[in-house]
């Protein structure tokens, strides 16, 4: 048994004004409430099937996200587009350290949550979509973990990055190694739906080294666990 990935769900306090912005951004519908009733998800439209997902929280944000999306550009004129439809959104620039000669550009939406806009000619993003990458501050040990529990190969494994991508492509999910930042507060997280019983296949994610951590709110009957770097995560009942 494996875990299908579902969603990539941001904290937010403002769950439908996030995801506006965001579907603006990158021109994604907004869906039916589903398994989102205590929140609001867009349709991605990306071959690794996940969707956008936006929960509430009360959480505070006190430090750079560990998890920020790396979207993709066409040509130069492309990436500038993609900036400035950002900027009209409500995106503002952020520094992270990337220095004047960068060639991505660092933004962070209404949220703070940071993303980049990745340069044409990226050879490792070529064909993943809009959404190339979400990039992870993660061990080895936790690119590990999540190639297992998705089923999903690994696709690089070198001086401890490592990244997986679902067998029918899309976006690549990235873990660039030691050391690992502090919890942020609030950020990006993987929301499960198990292919069989979900407690079976909360016992197998387990024994693979995740946590528990108790039931999740709201009425989905969720469980919350944590993968072996400490990052929560949804397990879903079966659907």
Not at 7 to 16: K, V
Not at 164 to 171: A, E, F, K, L
Not at 205 to 227: H, I, M
Request: proline share 6%; with cysteine; aromatic share 8%.
């Amino acid at each position: 048994m494996t875990s299908r990935l579902i969603a990539l769900s941001f904290d937010a306090h403002q769950p439908e004004r996030l995801a506006r912005f965001w579907s603006g951004l990158l021109d994604m519908d907004l869906e039916e409430a589903g398994d989102f009733h205590d929140g609001v998800a867009l349709a991605s439209g990306n071959d690794a099937g996940y969707r956008l997902g936006f929960r509430p929280t009360r959480a505070r944000k006190t430090g750079q996200n560990r998890r920020h999306f790396d979207l993709t550009s066409s040509s130069l004129e492309d990436q500038q587009q993609t900036v400035t439809r950002a900027l009209a959104l409500g995106a503002q620039h952020a520094d992270v350290g990337q220095g004047p000669d960068a060639s991505h550009v660092v933004l962070a939406d209404p949220e703070g949550n940071e993303f980049c806009v990745i340069e044409p000619g990226n050879d490792f993003l070529a064909g993943c979509g809009v959404i190339g990458a979400l990039a992870c501050d993660g061990s080895q040990a936790v690119g590990y973990f999540w190639s297992q529990a998705l089923g999903w190969p690994l696709v690089w494994d070198q001086d401890e990055e490592t990244a997986i991508q679902s067998p029918n492509g899309g976006t690549k999910i990235t873990w660039g190694g030691p050391p690992l930042m502090p919890d942020p507060g609030k950020d990006l997280h993987f929301d499960l739906a198990p292919d069989g019983d979900q407690q079976v296949e909360i016992e197998r994610l387990l024994s693979l080294g995740a946590k528990p951590l108790g039931s999740a709110p709201g009425k989905d009957g969720a469980v919350l666990l944590a993968d072996p770097d400490g990052n929560e995560f949804r397990v879903l009942t079966h659907r």
